[in-house]
């Protein structure tokens, strides 16, 4: 199990960790298995997708303001974050993702992204690989 | 492997398993690695987020409710439950977090959640640790 | 590890690979642990649901075509298949799935499918047992 930190920028922003988990599957030693990619947080997620156009990240942000606009939440008058959480739910704290050949088998267009849905945060990401 | 049943007692609700889960980690003995929390049902699913405010669930239920209205699918024509298939399939059944030191890495703010969307009903949950 | 080839018919359909997988877990000779299922495709995802009434699957692409729409992102103007890329994001490239008795411990109602979002193209499905 290996830990590593995302300091994000922007209030909402796809960060691409792919190298950085990929790292990690290399230390790991691990030929053969399953890497799980692991967010401790409820106001942000793992997507897996493109970012060789990074529209497609900022497509997704939009997507998800549309579908969970701000501040019509209960838990907005408690924190103000109601939809960076709905959106993490959504989106999910963590993905599993083959490994084969020392390496993450992702596909072509295929990208680990950490979602922030409130940032700017120090962000840990938590990757087991099996 | 371990199973254990729980009671939903409305319609919609998210019921806090985490403890739950922590305890079949730790009847697991494993230290280090992961666990997989899963239903085996097609109208609930698992939500890993914040239960401190449990509004954050009462609004995931609202927006949920908001994406995927009642009684306009070909579905509730069968069974007139539709809504809640879309839900569990966008939520997913189950999900993967990571362990360390014998227990759940969760976040500060995260729990585990079993979501029903067609209760009142036994659900089963399955946990594997590895 | 394993791997098969899908390939899908429609722009847009759910295929159900549930036997596929089955067999992949067997060949595993592996009783008792979890199976992930993944699609290294940034277009398509893989689904757990109901395929018994296959309008659930129906249903369901229609409420993503609701949520997602065609032609209004930015990734359009490069490739016109943005609508695709959200909805993957959204489903997940993957499904983690316990094996006991060396099958998968899916519910009476559960299926395991391809999402083609935009398709008909061959589809990877990878398989690994743990």
């Known amino acids: 199990m290996t830990e590593f930190t ?3 920028r922007r209030t909402r922003e796809l960060v691409d960790i792919t190298d950085r988990v990929q790292e990690a599957v290399r230390a790991s030693g691990v030929r053969e298995g399953i ?7 409820a106001t942000a997620g793992v997507v897996v997708n493109e970012n060789d156009d990074p529209q497609v990240c900022e497509d997704l942000l939009d997507a998800l303001a549309k579908l969970f606009p701000d501040g019509v939440w209960r838990h907005d008058r408690v924190d103000n974050n109601a939809s960076a959480h709905l959106k993490a739910a959504v989106t999910g704290p963590g993905q599993v993702i083959p490994v084969a050949d020392g390496r993450l088998a992702l596909g072509r267009w295929q990208a680990v992204m950490l979602a922030e849905f409130d940032g700017p945060r120090d962000r840990r990401v938590i990757v087991v690989v099996r």
Chains 1, 2, 3 share one sequence.
């Open 6 to 8: 995302v300091r994000t």
């Open 35 to 41: 890497c799980c990619v692991y967010v401790p947080h």
